[in-house]
């Protein structure tokens, strides 16, 4: 039974669509529910005291009934403006016509028309003010007729069919359709509103993570770690705390490309940065610097420890073994700043080393 009402409420909902229209189709689908709901109750009540006039409001009724399913029909189709003229029309037609020749104010039907009064503003987007407008007016003046015009009723207090309780039992129904009624509003606008929140934060966290991280390996990207390196110097500067920079690349990496194609070259960089993430183990943060080279930020500034972790990445990076006769490798360059060097001194000595160890036949480790 829940997934038939949960497929009744989504009719008409796609993927394209905003979340502020998934809402508005949402509860228009189950407004005409419980509209459906509320008047086969009330053709059934008007059958337990109405006698014969039951069967001319009940076939009201039931038009109205008709009207409001294929409201729901156009929704799947995509016609929603249509839809809720359809239903908002059809539904003022049958509530007039019973409460004007029937029932009177007696019975409370009229406050229905605040009821319609309501609806039209979350049932048409922002665009339809002017039709908004109409609508919330025009119901306010039926209401405002049936309320306080004084006619002849079928069901009025002189005849046989008028029941003191039952006008008040109809009065108080019709008060809790409305609160139904808005309460569901307000829940699925509520649903809405924290499903579009959610979406938003992580589409926030996503973008933030795509400006800060690889896409392909997803280590840092080359402006993040410059901020870390910015914020890392900073603080070294007042606290004396330094950190070592190791500056490495993959070996031969264009023939790799060149040979075996991107998608291969691709996964190599793939296994070199878990590789490296894996050798820090939390000592330190690593970047994608460009293309084949990375560049790793150590906790430490101990010229040792460094040299230590540096020959233990390139080792690692050994043991991914070969694609045919070419085995991958890494060379490094070690720089352990003293408090004095700014960045771009520090990324001097730690590029000036990494030539170095090329110059020496690669798959090595210099460090100042």
């Not at 048409?124 to 908004?132: G, R, V």
């Not at 829940?187 to 934060?201: C, F």
């Not at 906790?299 to 073994?321: F, K, Q």
Request: glycine share 6%; proline share 1%; aromatic share 12%.
């Amino acid at each position: 039974m829940k997934y038939y009402i949960k497929k009744i409420l989504s009719l008409g909902i796609n993927d394209t669509m905003d979340l502020s229209d998934q809402a508005r189709l949402n509860i228009i689908n189950a407004s005409a529910i419980l509209a459906i709901v509320n008047t086969l109750l009330n053709i059934i009540a008007y059958f337990s005291f109405a006698g014969e006039h039951a069967y001319m409001m009940g076939a009201v009724s039931l038009i109205c009934i008709g009207f409001i399913v294929t409201t729901l029909v156009l929704n799947k189709y995509g016609y929603i403006k249509l839809a809720v003229n359809i239903m908002m029309i059809a539904s003022m037609f049958c509530v007039f016509y019973i409460s004007r020749f029937y029932l009177g104010p007696d019975y409370g039907f009229q406050r229905y028309f605040l009821i319609f009064g309501i609806v039209p503003t979350v049932f048409l987007s922002a665009k339809e003010n002017i039709t908004k407008t109409i609508y919330v007016i025009f119901n306010l003046l039926i209401y405002g007729y049936i309320e306080n015009w004084s006619y002849d009723y079928r069901l009025s207090m002189d005849t046989m069919y008028y029941s003191e309780n039952i006008a008040h039992f109809f009065n108080y129904i019709t008060i809790i359709v409305g609160f139904v009624v808005i309460i569901a509003m307000l829940r699925i606008y509520q649903y809405i509103i924290s499903r579009e929140e959610a979406g938003l934060k992580k589409a926030l966290e996503e973008a933030e993570h795509k400006s800060k991280y690889d896409h392909l390996t997803n280590l840092m990207n080359r402006r993040y770690m410059m901020e870390v390196l910015e914020n890392k110097h900073n603080n070294s500067s007042k606290s004396g705390i330094c950190c070592g920079v190791l500056m490495m690349d993959i070996d031969n990496f264009k023939g790799v490309n060149d040979e075996y194609g991107h998608p291969v070259g691709d996964k190599v960089l793939i296994d070199v940065s878990k590789t490296i993430l894996n050798v820090l183990d939390n000592r330190g943060k690593a970047a994608r610097w460009g293309g084949e080279e990375f560049l790793v930020l150590l906790d430490s500034c101990e010229a040792t420890i460094c040299s230590e972790i540096a020959e233990e990445i390139r080792s690692n990076v050994e043991l991914l073994g070969t694609l045919g006769e070419r085995k991958i490798t890494i060379s490094i360059g070690v720089a352990c700043p003293s408090g004095k060097d700014d960045i771009s001194e520090i990324l001097k000595n730690a590029d000036k080393n990494l030539y170095e160890a090329k110059a020496r036949g690669k798959n090595r480790v210099v460090s100042s």
